[in-house]
């Protein structure tokens, strides 16, 4: 005779055996209502600006204006000559006297280059990969059986750090493994004229289940 129970699946096994079921029913439920959403909210309509008096602009002629003469120009100095010598004068005395032109107090600024200091889209030289983290794969995606490539926006620093990573092309599940791996890679950073330089990147990160 077997013991009461015995032939009883118990909640906690139940709950286990129906858990994937229940998952992909909540997803496609999640789906099906974002889309009833998306048709059945209005979409907004972009009113365009109205002036509501056209009294507050008021149109001026310029017919009745009278245009001032220019003024008289001034007549040009001579430039400096040399001071004959007299009788009598000292050498001091009839040392001409040398004007430099206006030219000369004028000299242009030096021109300083001006450094970025946010990361460039293009480079000459492109990063290279030297040290590569595999993504964990979670385990509620794992028994949904989710699969998909996320692909994610970083930015590289000079260092060849990865500082900052965002998914621009999501897989509800698998973005936060994604990013978590990406932050630990590591790369020769970009250059441009031969000068390490921050840089935006977009890598792909696959998730595979394998049977």
């Known amino acids: 005779m077997c013991p009461p129970g015995a032939g009883q699946m118990t909640a906690e096994q139940r709950f286990r055996e129906d858990y994937p079921r229940i998952l992909r029913a909540a997803v496609l439920g999640a789906l099906v209502l974002h889309v ?6 209005p ?3 972009v009113r365009p600006y109205r002036i509501e008096s056209e009294s507050a602009f008021e149109v001026v002629s310029v017919r009745d204006w009278e245009i001032p003469a220019p003024p008289e120009e001034l007549p040009s100095q001579p430039p400096p000559t040399a001071v004959e010598p007299t009788d009598g004068a000292s050498e001091d005395a009839t040392t001409p006297v040398n004007v430099l032109p206006f030219e000369d107090f004028i000299r242009p600024l030096p021109v300083r280059a001006v450094k970025s ?3 460039r889209t293009s480079w000459e030289v492109p990063p290279k990969l030297v040290r590569q983290v595999l993504p964990d794969y979670p385990e509620l995606a794992r028994l949904a059986e989710l699969e998909g490539t996320v692909m994610l926006r970083i930015v590289i620093d000079e260092s060849g750090d990865v500082v900052d990573a965002r998914a621009v092309q999501s897989v509800p599940g698998l973005d936060e493994a994604a990013i ?3 932050l630990q890679w590591k790369y020769e950073p970009a250059l441009q004229s031969g000068i390490p330089v921050p840089i935006v990147y977009h890598v792909p990160v696959r998730f595979e289940l394998r049977g």
């Open 36 to 41: 009833v959403a998306f048709l059945v909210v």
């Open 117 to 119: 200091t946010g990361p």
């Open 180 to 182: 978590e791996a990406v």
């Open 43 to 45: 979409g907004i309509r």
